[in-house]
């Protein structure tokens, strides 16, 4: 009996931590809440006039689909992504750099940083919780 309880808790804890794996590798659908709230805010930060605000979201709305397409490329390898990617967001920055001031990039900019300091902490986080 002690055998059968432990295989069955055992078969059970290796569901429960293969479906969270599962489920933290599926890629979230691009025009999040999460995402978009985010966006909302770094315009407000930035203090963006309503011109550029509608400049902004035009940029954003060309670009999104594209690096969404390019998540979803598995003809690509690791490397060729990124370094597409980093292509797309390069055009970006170039397009924002036609009505942002210099001040408000700047500001941006460490924006982004910060942002991507945190994934990289909430991503080591999640890999510390992986450990027995």
């Given amino acids: 009996m002690k055998l059968h309880n432990t295989l069955l808790a055992a078969l059970i804890i290796t569901g429960i931590h293969a479906n969270a794996q599962e489920t933290r590798d599926t890629i979230r659908p691009a025009g999040n809440t999460k995402t978009e709230g985010a966006r909302k805010k770094m315009m407000e930060d930035l203090k963006l006039t309503k011109q550029q605000a509608k400049q902004f979201k035009e940029v954003n709305a060309e670009f999104s689909p594209k690096l969404k397409a390019l998540r979803n490329d598995s003809t690509l390898d690791k490397k060729q992504r990124r370094k597409q990617a980093m292509d ?3 055009q970006r920055q170039e397009k924002l750099k036609t009505f942002l001031t210099p001040e408000q ?3 941006m900019r460490e924006m982004q940083k910060g942002q991507m300091q945190n994934r990289r902490n909430n991503k080591g986080e999640m890999n510390d919780d ?3």
Wanted: no cysteine; hydrophobic share 35%.
């Fill in 105 to 107: 990039m700047d500001k």
């Fill in 88 to 90: 797309l967001i390069q």
């Fill in 130 to 132: 992986d450990t027995p």
